[in-house]
């Protein structure tokens, strides 16, 4: 938990730059006026001391702290704040216990919870009591979309307010403050135009990062004077030049890497753009994807292996988790590759594109009740572990669809190469006609259950 403004770390300079120039009023806040400005609802129910629980949803930098702290200051309320990185069901608890006893006296309790999509289904059910019932108010902050990472009963309880990206103007206007005020620079830095430029450019709408590259900077000039090639240097340290696209092109460094079976490309790539402030979910989702478009089931543990650092980022957390998301980078520039999944999901695809509406064989339909027998529905299916093979030969496809074109074309690479032997002969032996393979009878007097 902490204070509302850690006013003891920003008045001895302790807290980085970005930390003390937070506003303290809702006077000083830049930016998001279509969500806080005047006339707007949410700026209206903060004017008249009123503010539901929210959930603040924006890119990096974008004042989602800012805004919550400065609306709990509006309206007088105590603040707690918690980060759903370390904090669980117990503190959540906690914190509704302490402000029911502070309602019963009066008070009101702002809860403040950090990257809230890292809550788990349970962890998000522990704050619905306290929000229905108003004990606490619930402002989260997340980067990620809320509709895919919280449950609808906590969300249905929020105001969703959408934050954006900040724009040039308002960087600048940062920056500025940031120079000039006593919790800042306090006017013994100056800037040169050009690097104030820089600085704005590569922010990409994130206030944080452009402080925390200005507070580099500035702390190697000499005699305060900054230029721009102390702001690019310092850039390169925390963050890409998006306005460049050099983020994108590191993604595709790192891609191409593992694709092309490089492990030492794929490390560097992978800790370049982590010690540069990328997202590590980002780079660990792409691990995910790349498993299964690149590698597929070349090496059956590809997928498991990158789901697994995935896991281990949200339960560790960085600068530790850096081992597992390493280890899976290397595990997939070393793997054997296979782009047949991502083939059959294409082909799959356009054959549902092509004849979505094909019907299903009678033979493969519902049998489980009453009058289905007389509708066709599942007679001539023959049950695989009825024979001996654990498959006999019938039609899954519909009529539309069969013989038009082969979705999944395995590669011999890896563990693959079995997988496509197999599926070549059991496609060959299925070509010898319904109830017969290779010569064997297969009848559709098989015994055994005949599941749906």
């Known amino acids: 938990?902490?204070?509302?403004?850690d006013a003891a770390r920003e008045r001895d300079g302790q807290a980085p730059l970005a930390a003390r120039m937070r506003p303290r009023t809702l006077a000083e806040y830049v930016g998001q006026l279509h969500a806080i400005g005047t006339g707007t609802p949410l700026g209206d129910l903060v004017g008249r001391g009123v503010v539901p629980s929210l959930v603040l949803?924006?890119?990096p930098g974008t004042g989602k702290t800012s805004l919550a702290r400065v609306i709990a200051h509006e309206v007088a309320a105590h603040w707690i704040e918690l980060s759903a990185v370390n904090a669980g069901v117990k503190d959540v608890r906690a914190v509704v216990a302490d402000a029911a006893n502070r309602r019963d006296v009066g008070g009101r309790t702002i809860l403040f919870l950090d990257e809230i999509h890292r809550f788990n289904k349970s962890q998000q059910d522990a704050l619905l009591p306290g929000v229905e019932d108003g004990t606490i108010t619930l402002i989260g902050a997340t980067?990620?979309?809320?509709y895919f990472e919280l449950n609808a009963p906590l969300l249905s309880r929020c105001t969703l307010v959408r934050l954006q990206a900040l724009a040039d103007d308002e960087v600048r206007i940062i920056l500025q403050a940031a120079l000039d005020d006593d919790r800042g620079l306090a006017g013994q830095v100056v800037v040169d135009p050009e690097a104030t430029d820089h600085l704005v450019a590569v922010a990409d709408g994130d206030a944080r990062a452009a402080l925390t590259a200005l507070e580099v900077a500035a702390a190697v000039a000499n005699d305060g004077h900054v230029t721009l090639e102390l702001v690019a240097d310092a850039i390169t340290r925390f963050r890409y030049d998006r306005a460049d696209d050099n983020h994108y092109d590191q993604v595709s460094a790192f891609i191409k890497s593992m694709r092309g079976s490089d492990p030492d490309a794929s490390v560097y790539w992978l800790l370049r753009m982590l010690e540069s402030g990328e997202d590590p979910r980002f780079l660990a989702r792409r691990m995910v994807i790349?498993?299964?478009e690149d590698v597929g089931l070349a090496d059956r543990m590809a997928l498991p292996t990158a789901v697994a650092a995935f896991e281990a980022l949200d339960r560790v957390g960085l600068p530790e988790a850096r081992f597992a998301?390493?280890?899976?980078?290397?595990?997939l520039a070393t793997a054997p590759k296979s782009n047949s999944v991502a083939r059959a999901l294409v082909a799959g695809l356009d054959a549902v594109a092509r004849h979505g509406n094909a019907p299903v064989p009678d033979h493969l339909r519902d049998s489980h009740y009453k009058g289905a027998s007389r509708l066709g529905h599942g007679i001539g299916y023959r049950y695989p572990h009825d024979d001996p093979r654990g498959w006999v030969p019938q039609q899954y496809l519909p009529d539309a669809v069969m013989g038009r074109a082969r979705i999944y074309e395995p590669s011999v690479h890896g563990n693959e190469g079995p997988v496509a032997t197999r599926v070549d002969e059991l496609r060959a032996r299925g070509d010898n006609g319904p109830g017969e393979v290779a010569g064997d009878p297969?009848?559709?007097a098989a015994g055994g259950p005949q599941p749906a």
């Open 57 to 59: 949803w924006g890119p």
């Open 325 to 331: 998301l390493v280890h899976a980078a290397v595990a």
């Open 442 to 444: 297969v009848g559709d």
């Open 1 to 5: 938990m902490s204070t509302l403004f």
């Open 143 to 146: 980067t990620e979309n809320p």
């Open 290 to 292: 790349f498993a299964s």
